[in-house]
Antibody, heavy 121, light 108 residues
């Protein structure tokens, strides 16, 4: 069974840092591209960051570029999001999502349960 | 970035109704359009990929159509468990996907 379990969320002051983790199991993690998606309270889904299966290709949303860093450790079946210079508008539930490429089509077929990040003084 | 606009933003319907949700892209995205369902406090769940392909395990009352810039998600006969928020997602820009703002489907 595919499982994605996020951790590391919590309350942090503006300007602070936090590192999120996503533990993957039930599939060959090193074969899949991964993403972080967030959802502010009562709002819609916002894509945050992408990382290729090898970790060699990385992209960020403009809203987090220069402040967030995505990484992965395929030996540990884990995905990470290092978040620095946090702002109130970064408050959200953060989901890790597995990307599936099937016959050229690309979609997120498995999601974690999410971890809440609250940026407040 | 490609902008995705859903309509309506919210919708009230009754069990057994046929419901259609629309998603429009700011530029042509071929059929690179996915639909997700999200229930309160839960992660999104993939319903449809490639505009019209039903994800494994998803009931056949869900269907998708469209290509280019205009897409629809149809639920043929609403069931109580279908009341949720629905999101479209473009994957034409594979490495920079974007979502619609969501459509909240509520019980009338």
């Amino acid at each position: 069974e595919v499982q994605l379990v996020e951790s590391g969320g919590g309350l942090v002051q503006p300007g602070g840092s936090l590192r999120l983790s996503c533990a993957a199991s039930g599939f060959t993690f090193s074969s899949y591209e991964m993403n972080w998606v967030r959802q502010a309270p009562g709002k819609g889904l916002e894509w945050v960051s992408y990382i290729s299966s090898s970790g060699s290709t990385i992209y960020y949303a403009d809203s987090v570029k220069g402040r967030f860093t995505i990484s992965r450790d395929n030996a540990k079946n884990s995905l990470y999001l290092q978040m620095n210079s946090l702002r109130a508008e970064d408050t959200a539930v953060y989901y890790c999502a597995r990307a599936k490429v099937y016959r050229g089509w690309y979609f997120f077929d498995y999601w974690g349960q999410g971890t809440l990040v609250t940026v407040s003084s | 970035d490609i902008q995705m606009t859903q309509s309506p933003s919210s919708l009230s319907a009754s069990v057994g109704d046929r419901v259609t949700i629309t998603c429009r892209a700011s530029q042509s995205i071929s059929s690179y359009l996915n639909w997700y369902q999200q229930k309160p406090g839960k992660a999104p769940k993939l319903l449809i990929y490639a505009a019209s392909s039903l994800q494994s395990g998803v009931p056949s009352r869900f269907s998708g159509s469209g290509s280019g810039t205009d897409f629809t998600l149809t639920i043929s006969s609403l069931q109580p468990e279908d009341f949720a928020t629905y999101y479209c997602q473009q994957s034409y820009s594979t490495l920079r996907v974007t979502f619609g703002q969501g459509t909240k489907l509520e019980i009338k």
